[in-house]
């Protein structure tokens, strides 16, 4: 799929220049993008300075998500299919929401597929049950509850016993987007996760599955550039994994844009 960009180019000049956010996966295998949501207390501030300004990291980091996920549904005639015939639970881009903990969408583990028929209503219900009483994000930044939910949902999805099983080799690429404004405090383990992954022609390989990841940093400052540079020392080691820094970028389209671009398999 070609993404063309139409959006103006807006931030700080410590943005992540736009040329150096180029296709991920041109290959001829089959790309399962996912999402890892960050929904940490400090996802309420403002995304450019003044302090306590409008839009928030959050309104900017949601809208951008339902944008990203439009491209993914038109490379999905699974999904289309399911949608028209009035199932908007299914299909979409999966999503795996968190603060402290994991957060799951819909009940259980098992519902976070979002899509266009299903964003508002599946999005409106999860801010009421996990945000504050006056709606805004609450906790910190640890991701790894959500990754392993997420490992769990792809193995049982394409592994043995699951519902599409298939061979290693035919499995889809896993397209890991992280949507964040701040700095892992689990990061010792999540370094300790990407150690299970051999770097190979652009993709961490497991013995499951191939992946590679990508960051969308969204904020502003000293703690959205300390974010940037802890992924970038990480890439360091693991360069299957690409952080982006949208610095002072409240613009939603232009976010979505740049991820889709990124995400989107080429040749699709």
Known sequence: MRIERTEPTTGTPERTRREEI?????????????????CSQSEGWEVAPPENSKPSRWEVQ???????????????????????????????????????????????DDDGDLNSSNFDA????????????SGQPRGGTTIMAAIRAGDKH????FGPGGENEMPREQRPIRARTVWTDGELTDVDAFVHYLEAATPSQGLGSRQEWDEAWAVAIIGHGE??????????TIAQTYPFVHPYLFDQVSNPAEIAEDMAIAVAPSNA
Not at 22 to 29: A, K, N, Q, S
Not at 81 to 87: L, N, R
Not at 122 to 133: C, L, N, Q
């Open 223 to 232: 703690a959205a550039g300390a974010a940037y540079r802890q992924y970038l």
């Open 62 to 108: 949601i809208e951008a998500v339902r944008q990203f996920i439009v491209p993914f549904e038109v490379l999905d005639s699974e999904a289309a299919k399911e949608q028209s015939g009035g199932d908007d639970e299914k299909g979409g881009v999966y999503f795996y929401p968190f603060n402290n903990n994991f957060l799951p969408i819909g009940a259980g």
């Open 154 to 157: 792809y193995l049982g999805e």
């Open 22 to 38: 180029v296709p991920l996966f041109t290959g001829t295998r089959g790309v399962e993008p996912e999402g890892y949501l960050d």
């Open 122 to 133: 599946k999005i409106s219900a999860f801010v009421k049950k996990y945000f504050d009483a």
